[in-house]
């Protein structure tokens, strides 16, 4: 897509005042992806030299906003790293090309905001945080989390710039199950919950992405029974934050939420011996089959 209302390719590293009509420029995949005719001055941060992905003093990972998806996908994973399985799974949940996944980036991904955005549901499943650095130098962290508030609906201030994320090196270290669907083989997420099992404590944290215009976490004490879980999402999650698109509608999306919600909680059970997610993209997981626990807000699901 040809951008012909800019005006002017400016390289970040030199600074500058931030005018109007401005706009970052990562990998760019979005952006020449649709015509924009607000943007006048594109920012280049090709050129910023941040290093990709970076070991943190706790065993975490610091994630360069401008990492590509092929970096993350290619980068090795110590053996310390439990929840490594995740990365690839989010990794082939997008609905990208090989051109695609050599060019997008993990910070414009989050900062697209889009509910089937798999590197916020990386991301915010793993407590990831965002620094976020405005013109004049000053930072903040974010958690991932918040940082999506709805479809396409950031907290990023006029300027801003999202520098990196990180990920704590105990959520790297938890067991994890995934879960996404869409509706066709190569479509759209329509679903993605991810499960944590914290090191430390064995609580159980389910992150709701996909189907809900932000991502929802869900945190329950060790052993959680299907009742609460049950009840956590049909509470947790309101009506109108479920998805309403050409992808899915939002009935569909908030089964296919209860239903992976129990298949998560099954999993991760400790009593359970722990076994990797066999679940990938377009696939609900290898327990699909099973009967699941039919409570309020499922049986009249399936039935319309």
């Known amino acids: 897509m040809d951008l012909n209302t800019v005006a002017e390719l400016c390289d970040a590293r030199r600074g500058g005042t ?8 990562g990998g760019g995949t979005y952006l020449f992806s649709e015509p924009q005719p607000h943007i006048r001055r594109l920012i280049d941060l090709g050129r910023m030299g941040w290093e990709p992905l970076t070991p943190t003093p706790d065993g975490g990972l610091e994630i360069a906003a401008t990492c590509t998806v092929a970096q993350l996908s290619r980068h090795p994973k110590p053996a310390a790293w439990t929840a490594a399985p995740l990365f690839e799974q989010c990794c082939r ?30 991301t915010a499943a793993l407590d990831g945080v965002c620094l976020l650095r405005a013109p004049s130098g000053e930072q903040r962290r974010v958690p991932v989390a918040e940082f999506v508030t709805g479809a396409g609906v950031k907290d990023l201030r006029q300027g801003e710039l999202l520098r990196s994320i990180t990920l704590p090196g105990r959520a790297l270290a938890a067991r994890t199950a995934f879960r996404q669907a869409s509706l066709y083989g190569l479509g759209r997420s329509g679903a993605l919950l991810i499960g944590t099992l914290d090191p430390v404590d064995g609580s159980l944290t389910i992150t709701v992405t996909a189907a809900t215009v932000r991502p929802i976490r869900l945190w329950f004490p060790p052993g959680p029974n299907a009742a609460a879980v049950e009840e956590a999402v049909r509470d947790g999650i309101r009506p109108e934050e479920y998805v309403d698109d050409i992808h899915g509608l939002p009935a569909w999306r908030r089964h296919l939420t209860f239903r992976f919600a129990e298949q998560i909680r099954r999993e991760l059970d400790p009593a359970r011996p722990a076994s990797p997610s066999t679940a990938g993209p377009g696939l609900a997981g290898p327990d699909l089959a099973e009967p699941d626990s039919t409570g309020p807000g499922l049986a009249e699901e399936a039935a319309a």
């Open 18 to 25: 931030w005018r109007p009509g401005d706009a970052w420029l």
């Open 93 to 122: 949940a997008f609905l990208a090309s090989w051109k695609i996944w050599n060019m997008a980036t993990v910070g414009g991904n989050l900062c697209n905001g889009l509910p089937a955005g798999p590197m916020i549901s990386l």
